[in-house]
């Protein structure tokens, strides 16, 4: 692992260093670029991401570019602690109804259920308990997303120098699905990312799922932003793309590739460390692109995207944390449950499915992370 992403750097509620912010910055050229942007509607003033009261629950609101019978989403507050000095920033792309705890018609065991799941009742950030999110964070910080509530899961990501956020502050759906597909784009309105960057000078990597990638390119979000070359004498910071990282190859397809994105540029690992060592100004801001968590995705198994997420968000290196159990194996430390040795993920998954294909007794609370896993997605 890299020094920001050792075993070591993890932290819990109990043993969390109080730390200073650090001063950050401000931009004319970023300023400038901002106040354009708000000029041509597509990000309101300057959004409250650190609110003086914290809201309880998302707001709805009556949309203002489309019918009147489409309910418009907030997406909730920014998941944060600058003096925790943040150094990964992870932007989905705007909570689903689910996540928002649209979950009325869920009764007695099965309401009990997904509030038990998801560790607790109310909005959420990736709140669908089949959304596998706060089941891999949880495999490397060190807790289970069924056994503590959803507060104090929040709570050790952010004393980890974690953000979590959105890419979309509000936005209406086509239909009842939360589908990223099916967002009506005449309602969006993004957060306002480029401001968070500039305040928080800690930060050096923005994480994508990839819908959320294909999102943030959109015109109504930051498709000027990324098509305006920074300054290099003015700009708080500057987008790349890693050419050798471990997720190279799908980052630059979405944001090297494309030949009108101006503002990201490719570098070498051994340039990203030499631009920290000699405090480059502007700094980089690398941006990473991985699979979607979300259980739409299907086209790799939850344990595959736990190493990717591992190593591509976390930075973990060839081995996990060394307190990561393999729940085929039991072993500790030494290998994630996709990489078990002698067949171990496919009998893990083929017993599953022999012992709850048709067994009303739930299978994960004996210790598993996850909901059943089909090993045809191996």
Request: hydrophobic fraction near 30%.
């Given at each position: 692992m890299?020094?920001a992403?050792s075993?070591n750097s993890?932290?819990?509620p109990?043993?969390?260093n109080?730390?200073?912010?650090?001063?950050g910055?401000?931009?004319?050229?970023?300023?400038?670029?901002?106040?354009?942007l708000?000029?041509?509607s597509l990000?309101?003033s300057?959004?409250s991401?650190?609110?003086?009261?914290?809201?309880s629950?998302?707001?709805?609101?009556?949309?203002?570019s489309?019918t009147?019978?489409?309910?418009?989403?907030?997406?909730?507050?920014?998941?944060c602690?600058?003096?925790?000095?943040?150094?990964?920033?992870?932007?989905?792309t705007h909570?689903?109804?689910v996540?928002?705890?649209?979950a009325?018609?869920?009764k007695g065991?099965?309401l009990?259920?997904f509030?038990?799941k998801?560790?607790?009742?109310g909005p959420q950030?990736y709140g669908?308990?089949?959304?596998?999110?706060?089941?891999?964070?949880?495999?490397?910080?060190?807790y289970r997303?069924d056994q503590i509530k959803?507060e104090e899961?929040t709570t050790?990501?952010k004393?980890?120098?974690?953000?979590?956020?959105?890419?979309?502050?509000?936005c209406?759906?086509?239909d009842d699905?939360?589908?990223d597909?099916?967002i009506n784009?005449n309602?969006v309105?993004?957060?306002d990312i480029?401001?968070?960057?500039?305040?928080?000078?800690?930060?050096?990597?923005?994480?994508f799922?990839?819908?959320s990638?294909?999102?943030f390119k959109?015109?109504q979000?930051?498709?000027?932003?990324?098509?305006?070359p920074a300054s290099p004498t003015d700009?708080?910071?500057?987008?790349c793309?890693?050419?050798?990282?471990?997720?190279?190859?799908?980052?630059?397809?979405v944001?090297?590739?494309?030949n009108w994105?101006?503002a990201?540029?490719p570098?070498?690992?051994?340039q990203?460390k030499?631009?920290?060592t000699s405090?480059?100004s502007p700094?980089y801001?690398e941006?990473v692109?991985?699979?979607?968590?979300?259980p739409?995705?299907?086209?790799?198994n939850?344990?595959?995207?736990?190493k990717?997420w591992h190593i591509?968000c976390?930075g973990?290196k060839?081995?996990p944390?060394?307190?990561?159990?393999?729940?085929?194996?039991?072993?500790?430390?030494t290998?994630w449950?996709?990489?078990?040795k002698?067949?171990?993920?496919?009998a893990?998954?083929?017993e599953r499915?022999?012992n709850y294909?048709?067994s009303?007794?739930?299978?994960d609370?004996?210790?598993d992370?996850?909901l059943?896993s089909?090993?045809?997605?191996?």
């Amino acid at each position: 692992m890299d020094d920001a992403h050792s075993n070591n750097s993890i932290v819990s509620p109990s043993n969390t260093n109080k730390r200073k912010r650090k001063a950050g910055t401000s931009s004319s050229r970023t300023v400038q670029k901002m106040n354009r942007l708000r000029t041509s509607s597509l990000i309101p003033s300057r959004s409250s991401y650190f609110p003086p009261a914290k809201r309880s629950k998302a707001t709805l609101d009556l949309p203002t570019s489309s019918t009147t019978t489409d309910t418009v989403t907030r997406s909730l507050d920014v998941i944060c602690t600058p003096s925790s000095h943040p150094h990964t920033l992870v932007l989905g792309t705007h909570p689903g109804k689910v996540s928002l705890n649209w979950a009325s018609k869920k009764k007695g065991a099965a309401l009990e259920k997904f509030i038990r799941k998801r560790g607790g009742n109310g909005p959420q950030n990736y709140g669908n308990p089949a959304n596998s999110f706060w089941n891999i964070a949880g495999s490397f910080l060190n807790y289970r997303r069924d056994q503590i509530k959803y507060e104090e899961q929040t709570t050790i990501w952010k004393d980890n120098s974690l953000a979590l956020w959105d890419v979309i502050r509000s936005c209406s759906y086509k239909d009842d699905s939360s589908l990223d597909s099916k967002i009506n784009m005449n309602t969006v309105v993004p957060n306002d990312i480029p401001s968070l960057l500039n305040d928080l000078p800690t930060l050096k990597r923005v994480v994508f799922p990839k819908t959320s990638a294909e999102m943030f390119k959109k015109k109504q979000c930051f498709k000027n932003l990324l098509s305006t070359p920074a300054s290099p004498t003015d700009a708080p910071f500057e987008f790349c793309v890693c050419t050798d990282g471990v997720a190279s190859i799908e980052t630059m397809k979405v944001f090297d590739t494309p030949n009108w994105i101006k503002a990201v540029v490719p570098v070498t690992t051994a340039q990203m460390k030499d631009a920290v060592t000699s405090n480059r100004s502007p700094r980089y801001v690398e941006l990473v692109v991985l699979p979607s968590t979300s259980p739409a995705n299907a086209s790799i198994n939850n344990a595959l995207k736990e190493k990717i997420w591992h190593i591509g968000c976390f930075g973990c290196k060839d081995v996990p944390s060394l307190h990561y159990k393999c729940a085929a194996c039991g072993e500790t430390g030494t290998h994630w449950l996709i990489d078990c040795k002698n067949d171990g993920y496919d009998a893990w998954c083929r017993e599953r499915k022999l012992n709850y294909r048709s067994s009303s007794v739930d299978p994960d609370v004996g210790g598993d992370r996850w909901l059943f896993s089909n090993p045809k997605n191996v």
